[in-house]
């Protein structure tokens, strides 16, 4: 029934577009009644994405379940598993992005999708750098490097209507992240010692004299 839907759905946005195709067209089509409909997808939006929902939670429980000592490895490897998704249906993959970039509401739709995701690799580096020295800015600043470098090689794969390995280009991108990032320990905060400037004046001086000498101090150091 859900894959009725989808099938349907997506003649429908084909042949007359996405804003001219409403729920009742797709249930007609796929000869279902809208409580069906709603069953499955909350939104004519979220038709559009019907796996992303599996996906992200394939992926959260891969990070769960990971105990590798190289953890920016384990992020890149768990954004493959998007990737995987994609590749499962090269064809419907590219009407997808074809329509996401007609449709202004879907391409937001779509960044909300992506944004979940990071915050999913995120939120496992946060828990992995918890004793590092900015822990928490470090792993989100890897979480959306794996995201970007993904993306990026994704999206040219679609362009190009899915020719070839999709996974290639995702390799070299993601091998970016992993030579910046991954392996390098970060050495724990160091508290630095005070920076102590003692000024002798004798008793009785101007307070210019004072302040003079202070800032002649500062400016030797």
Known sequence: MRDALVAAA????????????????????????????????PSKEDVVFPDHERCLAD?????????????????????????????????????????TKQVPGLRAYELSVVWRYERALAAYLRRRFAARRDG????????????????NALRSWLRSD????????????????????GGVPVPPAVEEPEDVVVVVSRRGAPLWRVVQEIETTLGRG
């Open 10 to 41: 997506f003649q429908l946005f084909l042949e007359r577009g996405y804003e001219q195709t409403t729920v009742d067209d797709i249930v007609a089509l796929a000869g279902v009644g809208r409580r069906s409909f709603f069953r499955y997808f």
């Open 59 to 99: 992926m959260t429980a891969f990070l769960a379940d990971g105990s590798d000592d190289e953890p920016v490895g384990r992020v890149c490897d768990a954004a493959r598993l998007v990737l995987r998704m994609y590749a499962e249906n090269p064809t419907f993959s590219v009407q997808r992005y074809r329509l």
């Open 136 to 151: 928490t800015l470090q792993a989100d600043v890897i979480a959306a490097a794996v995201v970007a470098a993904h993306n």
């Open 162 to 181: 899915g020719e070839g390995e999709a996974s290639a280009g995702v390799d070299r991108a993601l091998a970016y992240v992993q030579s910046a990032f």
